[in-house]
């Protein structure tokens, strides 16, 4: 049963080029929230040797010298991106699995074999040209082969022009290219797993897909036995087209300078459960509690520490904006202490359910409710129509002293029309 | 265009599924429906009109007067379309020194041209061996007036 997986190149840094062409083949690398680190390089930022979450500090020099252009993290512009790569995506297979924000598994039950190569060009070709994002496809017979079909296509280690379908070697051809990829590079092989395997002689993907399967269950898990399995063209790891529903919503941010009063902190306190009582609402969830989380910063070590979490109870589930706010700021009132500098808050949705099968509970307000549930469909509808945060409670501020840092963020090209690309 | 396709094309609604179909015109609680239930055909959206990919369309800002005579003016709301494959006489956004550029694409005599629609501005004739990047084809323009 072949699969797919087709993941985005480099995908925040192709996102930024789709719109500004000056950016190409010169090293680009996006840093993370608050320009802290390295959440994505182009190949010529990973020829310099910049690694993945090196702190920008430590590249500076570096970036000096070979003019790297380093660019914030926007957010709205790659969800945006993304959502229209998933969706075409789509129309390839009856069944997708969206597995990160740039990579998706296809199943490719009942094409014919021998198209398979041609149909994977046409994925890559397709996703170019309708978003401008380039991508490498892996096909093989599981999801763990196609990840490693992915990879070698990527690396250029096998296939061709970002494609590697496995189908097309013969076994003693396979065995000769997995003996050459650590078995580090596997899916769902990590670093700690990695270094007990090569500890053992098992040093090569080769290595371990030729590994005797009930000793690899006794070493370590069940796990890894089906790794053993899915290299060896027996899929293990169901593609599983229906998205499960998220159990926890979490926001949270480091903010962009340190901010002692409890103002600013609940301001940002309530800036965060606003916008995840939104991604709440949109998911057709309730949540049952909620927890709140402060942190003073753990990197300034002369600084007095702090931080604490408390859980809220909601009562009744709820997706009230109003009601999560509140909820939110009870608890920081509960934690907050004076006298520090705080680096780090959020807010976690949990008790996820969705919103029609919430238990009716003996005191519970129907016209209060009717009410809530209206009034949170007119925000959701002004936020989508005139931009998100046009419609916020006072709670969450104005001023937002604590907000993220992004000094050479990118337009948000896809989503705000004061910012559309311009073309002379 | 004849009168008889104006015409059409004014008074036909959209046939393909829109996003505010109404389910229900009237609520019916008492008394009478609304005579008019039977005739509901959903509201004309233009996303619908402007837009027939929508995973490949962007909007793009028009700057300058190299397009007047297309009429595009400083300012316009391009509707541009990636997938579609630009054929000779498309307006077309290409890069062009590392930038994005709106100009008609010609091809003739087996030269690639980028035209401008304003006698004031030059031809870009494609030089051989230098690459065209289209970035996309536009469809439409809007222009606001308030």
């Given at each position: ?138 096909i093989a017979d599981s999801k763990t082969l196609a990840k490693l079909a992915n990879h070698c296509a990527k690396k250029r280690f096998a296939g061709r022009d970002g494609v ?261 | ?75 316009d709301l391009l509707v541009v379309d990636r997938s579609l494959t630009p054929v000779s006489g498309n307006i077309v956004i290409a890069v062009l020194d590392a930038e994005l550029t709106v100009k008609r694409l010609v091809w003739r005599e087996g030269q690639v041209i980028l035209q401008p629609e304003n006698p004031d501005f030059k031809k ?23």
């Amino acid at each position: 049963m072949p699969i797919a997986l087709v993941d985005c190149n480099n995908f925040y840094v192709s996102c930024e080029r789709a719109f500004d062409p000056s950016l190409e083949v010169k090293p680009v690398v996006v840093l993370s929230n608050n320009d802290g680190c390295a959440v994505a390089r182009s190949n010529e930022v990973k020829a310099l040797g910049v690694k993945m979450a090196m702190p920008w500090f430590q590249m500076e020099q570096l970036a000096k010298q070979h003019g790297i252009i380093a660019l914030s993290s926007n957010y709205a512009l790659y969800g945006d991106l993304s959502a229209r790569v998933m969706s075409i995506l789509s129309t390839f297979s009856p069944v997708q699995q969206i597995y990160s924000i740039d990579e998706c598994f296809l199943d490719l039950d009942g094409f014919d074999p021998q198209s398979l190569l041609a149909y994977g060009q046409t994925i890559r070709q397709t996703i170019k040209q309708n978003v401008g994002i380039p991508v490498c496809v892996g096909i093989a017979d599981s999801k763990t082969l196609a990840k490693l079909a992915n990879h070698c296509a990527k690396k250029r280690f096998a296939g061709r022009d970002g494609v590697c379908d496995f189908g097309r070697y013969s076994v003693t051809q396979l065995s000769k290219l997995f003996a050459t990829i650590p078995v580090g590079d596997i899916w769902g092989i990590g670093r700690k797993i990695s270094e007990k395997l090569v500890a053992m002689n098992i040093e090569t993907v080769e290595d371990l897909r030729t590994a005797n399967q009930s000793r690899m269950r006794q070493q370590f898990s069940i796990v890894v036995e089906r790794t053993v399995k899915e290299l060896n063209g027996i899929s293990c790891i169901e593609l599983d087209g229906a998205c499960t529903a998220r159990q926890q919503i979490m926001v949270s941010r480091s903010f962009g300078q340190e901010v002692s009063n409890f103002d600013d902190l609940s301001e940002s306190i309530a800036y965060f459960a606003t916008s995840a009582a939104e991604k709440l609402r949109k998911d057709g969830s309730v949540a049952a509690s909620l927890s709140v989380f402060i942190q003073t910063n753990p990197f300034k070590e002369k600084s007095a520490q702090y931080q604490r979490q408390l859980v809220v109870p909601l009562g009744e589930p709820t997706g009230d904006t109003l009601k999560l706010v509140n909820a939110a700021i009870c608890g920081l009132r509960e934690i907050y202490r004076t006298g520090y500098s705080y680096k780090k808050s959020g807010v976690m949705l949990m008790g996820l359910q969705p919103k029609n099968s919430v238990q009716a509970q003996l005191f519970n307000d129907v016209i209060e409710k009717g009410r809530s549930d209206k009034l949170m469909s007119v925000m959701d509808a002004v936020n989508q129509r005139m931009g998100r945060g046009s419609m916020t409670l006072a709670a969450s501020g104005t001023k937002q002293r604590w907000s993220m840092r992004r000094d050479s963020k990118s337009p948000n090209y896809t989503t705000d029309w004061d910012e559309l690309p311009i073309a002379t | 265009m004849p009168a008889s396709t104006l015409h059409q094309s004014i008074i036909e609604p959209a046939v393909t599924k829109s996003f505010n179909t109404p389910l229900y015109g009237h609520k019916v609680e008492a008394g009478f429906p609304s005579p008019a239930d039977d005739y509901i055909e959903g509201r004309l959206s233009l996303d619908q009109h402007l837009i027939q990919h929508r995973d490949s369309t962007f909007f793009v800002r028009a700057k300058g007067l190299s397009m007047v005579g297309a009429g595009i003016f400083d300012g316009d709301l391009l509707v541009v379309d990636r997938s579609l494959t630009p054929v000779s006489g498309n307006i077309v956004i290409a890069v062009l020194d590392a930038e994005l550029t709106v100009k008609r694409l010609v091809w003739r005599e087996g030269q690639v041209i980028l035209q401008p629609e304003n006698p004031d501005f030059k031809k870009i004739v494609l030089q051989d061996g230098q690459e065209l990047q289209v970035w996309g084809v536009v469809t439409s323009t809007t222009k606001k007036f308030i």
